[in-house]
């Protein structure tokens, strides 16, 4: 499927992964909004786009926010002519063991994935599902909704909520030809390396390479943008609601 034309919605894509996937749809012709809680942050990345040739736009959203969500996707919507694909990225990690963790923290993290994900899913199916016109809603997950870790209890909880809502919406968007997956992913990020590295006092590239790659095939951080770009291109409905795990063999199912 060519997608360009398409437009999309890439949530906390301000930095880390969601600027990646924002940057590679933008460079495959679709006209992308940076959603993003830091809105000066979103335009910053929408601007290096639009100088490199691409087409996008800033906007603020917090996707625990209804009426923000709302707003930002109707915007959005306004200026590229609708949605076609929404990147469900946002998210955050609090590590505690159960018995530590307070209420507060724990709606908090439910909040932004899970809430998040379903506010702005239901926000852009106001555009997918009019005349069939369609699309793609892609979650991003983490591989520990399938293989538990402790100190995580509500990250796992939100992730398999991801899990749930993705394989719903795949059976109630099919009438729509709106397509949903997840793709799940062992958490390696760039922004995980200094941490590790402080108490050991071991150089940031042996944390990658020992502690944060240890285990997979090839020794590669894992390239879920190019994952996105094909689940977008995917000519059919064959995929919709499954989870794809990227993880370069660190876990199998």
């Known amino acids: 499927m060519n997608l ?3 437009s999309a919605i890439v949530t906390a894509a301000a930095t880390g992964l969601g600027k990646t996937i924002a940057e590679l749809l933008a460079s495959q012709g679709v006209s992308v909004a ?3 809680v830091d809105q000066a942050a979103a335009q910053s990345v929408a601007t290096t786009i639009e100088t ?3 087409k996008a736009m800033g906007v603020a959203m917090d996707v625990t926010n ?3 969500v709302n707003s930002a996707t109707d915007r959005v919507a306004s200026a590229f002519g609708g949605v076609d694909i929404l990147v469900s990225n946002a998210g955050i990690q609090i590590v505690k063991p159960i018995e530590n963790y307070s209420l507060a923290d724990w709606k908090r993290v439910l909040a932004i994935h899970v809430e998040g994900a379903f506010l702005t899913t239901r926000a ?3 555009y997918m599902y009019p005349d069939k016109r ?3 809603v892609i979650y991003i997950g983490s591989v520990h909704s399938h293989e538990a870790s402790a100190l995580k209890s509500d990250y796992l909880s939100a992730k398999l909520g991801l899990l749930g809502l993705a394989r719903v919406l795949a059976k109630e968007g099919a009438a729509h030809n709106v397509r949903s997956h997840v793709i799940v992913r062992k958490p390696l990020v760039d922004a995980q390396i200094p941490e590790p590295a402080r108490e050991p006092a071991i150089s940031q590239e042996e944390v990658a390479r020992r502690v944060m790659l240890n285990g997979t095939v090839d020794g590669i951080f894992t390239t879920v943008e190019e994952t996105v770009l094909f689940l977008c291109e995917f000519p059919s409905a064959a995929l919709t609601g499954q989870s794809f795990v990227v993880s370069h063999d660190w876990f199998m199912q």
Do not use: S, V, W
Request: proline share 0%; glycine share 28%.
């Open 4 to 6: 360009k034309g398409k």
């Open 34 to 36: 940076i959603a993003d």
């Open 52 to 54: 490199a040739g691409g």
């Open 66 to 68: 209804e009426m923000a």
């Open 124 to 126: 852009a199916l106001k």
């Open 134 to 136: 369609g699309g793609t």
